[in-house]
């Protein structure tokens, strides 16, 4: 059985749908969310499954007791999935090549600290693009920088505000975060 955990700061969309993906699968599971936002609704989700939550904070992460506490989990991969903080190179060393995260653009463009959510559609909207997406991709010592897994795109010409061009990248979330994740899983060793 392959062991998943998944790092998440806020509502938790993306986390369940990751969860309810894998709850009746017979080779991966999600065993822990790490959270650092004690009341991020990502923590009702994680108890409705019934999957482990670890709640940290900032400094737990940067001081290695995150990394402690995640080798007692035995991940084959780390998903973060709307996880804000800068993942500490420890992690990253520890577990290379396990780590993925999902960005709602077409990377590298909007991409970088501070990018997330509403402020890459509003800036996706400002510059009249035609088209966004998503972007898997594994992480490194930078924003949004590490190699490209996964990208989509999806012609954005009919929307008029930010909050129709994140409807249809959560929908575009929804259906690849999880197959993606999978594939992964099932390409390893």
């Given amino acids: 059985m392959k062991n998943i955990v998944i790092f998440a700061s ?19 599971k999600v ?14 989700k994680t108890k409705k499954r019934t999957v482990a939550t670890e709640i940290f904070s900032k400094n737990d992460l940067n ?8 080798k007692d989990y035995r991940p084959h991969l ?16 520890e577990f290379p090549n396990k780590i993925i995260n999902i960005h709602p653009a077409l990377l590298p463009k909007y991409g970088g600290k501070g990018m997330y959510g509403l402020k890459v559609h509003q800036s996706v909207l400002e510059n009249n693009e035609a088209e966004t997406g ?8 930078h924003y949004d920088e590490g190699e490209f897994i996964f990208q989509k795109s999806i ?7 930010a909050d129709e061009i994140a409807k249809k990248i ?12 999978e594939k992964m899983l099932k390409n390893q060793p």
């Fill in 10 to 28: 806020g509502s938790g969309t993306n986390a369940e749908n990751i969860m309810i993906h894998f709850q009746n699968s017979a080779f991966a």
């Fill in 31 to 44: 065993v822990a969310v790490f959270c650092n936002n004690e009341n991020a609704k990502v923590i009702d």
């Fill in 63 to 70: 001081e290695g007791l995150v990394l402690e506490k995640l």
């Fill in 78 to 93: 780390i998903v973060l999935a709307g996880f804000l903080l800068k993942f500490p190179t420890a992690i990253i060393a």
């Fill in 134 to 141: 998503i972007t898997i991709h594994f992480v490194n010592e």
């Fill in 155 to 161: 012609k954005i010409e009919d929307c008029v505000s």
């Fill in 170 to 181: 959560n929908e575009l979330e929804m259906e690849c975060f999880p197959t993606t994740i």
